[in-house]
């Protein structure tokens, strides 16, 4: 059996690990995230994926920290939100995260979103490496970037790196796309893979909506797991950090608990449909 339980981790092009599992905050009310997130912690979760467009990050923060559980077992993630990129922006957000929430440092800092054109991205992006610089933030990535986006981000960090020193062009450590088995997304996937990029899986449920597929309902019988275990196993097992949303105790709990069985090779495949069918938006396509 694949060796992995919440505890996993993987390390980052950062050097700093990332948990394996992640609970998503997407439309948690802030009002609730506090009570959610903690309950998240309280059933084995470290990993908290929230966004300044979530409008939940203090209430977020609040609910990990009110484990107890040591500032360096917890990993918490945002996102410069979409369409608000360049340097001024970027900076502002991550100082307005510190402050909101308290924190000494964010574990991951995402650019949400590619729109913006390529000054507003690349801008961005170097406000975020003087933030690791600064100590204000440990590791940094993308969402949402397709292969052009990625190729433009890495020739900047070749030609930063080459023209003011080695790391001044900051480190690649995450993409975060939504991947499933109806958008598997072997272009970005292989890119990444082959950089040590790790991909983090958002929708990785599908939002829910798969919950009767014809291809799931089988593997649930024969495994004894619901269909989501089955996809959020399937991330698992094709090596990405898949990011559940939940704001339901009962779900919270069962979709962490994907530890105790491995989907066989021929079951993996039967899940590979070759589709392109998103339940999201898909900003990885846009070329602006
Ligand atoms: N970077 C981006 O652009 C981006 C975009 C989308 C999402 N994300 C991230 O990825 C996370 C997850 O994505 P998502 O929220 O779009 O989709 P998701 O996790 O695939 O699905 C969430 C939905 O499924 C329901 N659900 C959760 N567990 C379930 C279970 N075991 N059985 C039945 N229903 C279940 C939830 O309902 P209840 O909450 O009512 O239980 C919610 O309606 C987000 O929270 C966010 O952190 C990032």
Redesign the pocket.
Known sequence: MTKFDINTKYRMNSGYEIPVL???????PADIAEEVVAHGIKVGYRHI???VG?RNEETSVAGMLKSGIPRDQLFF?T?IP?GQLGYDNARKHVNDTLQKTGLDYVDLY?I??PYGGRKGRLDAWKALVEAVEAGKVRSIGV??YGVHHLEELEEYIKETDKNEGKGKGGVLSVN???L?PWLARKDIVDWCKARGVIL?????????TR?NDPLLVPLAKKYNK????I?LRWSLQMGFVP??????K???E??ADIYDFELSEEDMKSLDTGVYEP???D?TTSRD
């Open positions: 992640g609970y998503g905050v997407y439309q948690t994926d929230s966004a979530y993630t996102k979409p995402l949400h979103a969402s949402n975060q796309v939504e499933h983090e899986a958002y929708s990785p449920i599908v939002r829910a919950a619901t269909t989501s275990q996809l990011l559940p949303k939940s704001v339901t009962s779900r919270i069962e979709n339940c999201a938006w900003p």
